[in-house]
C-alpha cells in the first residue's frame, strides 16, 4: 500500500512518464477501494482517513515538489 500510494506521487509529479500498466491498474483499483477515483494523493487538500488509513502529504513537502517542476532550467 505504501509502494501504491508512492508510485501514485511519482506519477503526479511527473517522476515516472506513463508507468507500468499493471501498477497502474493497481493503483486505480486501490484508489476506488478507497473511495478517491480520479484522484491523485496529491490533489487531496486534507489528505485521505477513514477508519483504517490516514493518508497525508506534508504541505511542505507538496510546496517543494511543485515549485521544482515549475522552475526554469539552467540558465545559458
Known amino acids: 500500500?505504501?509502494?501504491?500510494?508512492?508510485?501514485?506521487?511519482?506519477?503526479?509529479?511527473?517522476?515516472?512518464?506513463?508507468?507500468?500498466?499493471?501498477?497502474?491498474?493497481f493503483l486505480?483499483?486501490?484508489k476506488e477501494n478507497l473511495g478517491i477515483a480520479g484522484k491523485?494523493?496529491?490533489e487531496l487538500d486534507d489528505g485521505f482517513k477513514n477508519y483504517m488509513f490516514n493518508i497525508f502529504i506534508d504541505k511542505d513537502a507538496k510546496r517543494r515538489l511543485f515549485l521544482e517542476a515549475n522552475e526554469k532550467g539552467p540558465s545559458s
Do not use: Q
Open 1 to 25: 500500500m505504501v509502494g501504491a500510494i508512492n508510485y501514485d506521487l511519482k506519477l503526479a509529479t511527473k517522476v515516472i512518464l506513463s508507468g507500468d500498466k499493471y501498477k497502474r491498474r
Open 28 to 30: 486505480e483499483h486501490f
Open 40 to 42: 491523485s494523493f496529491l
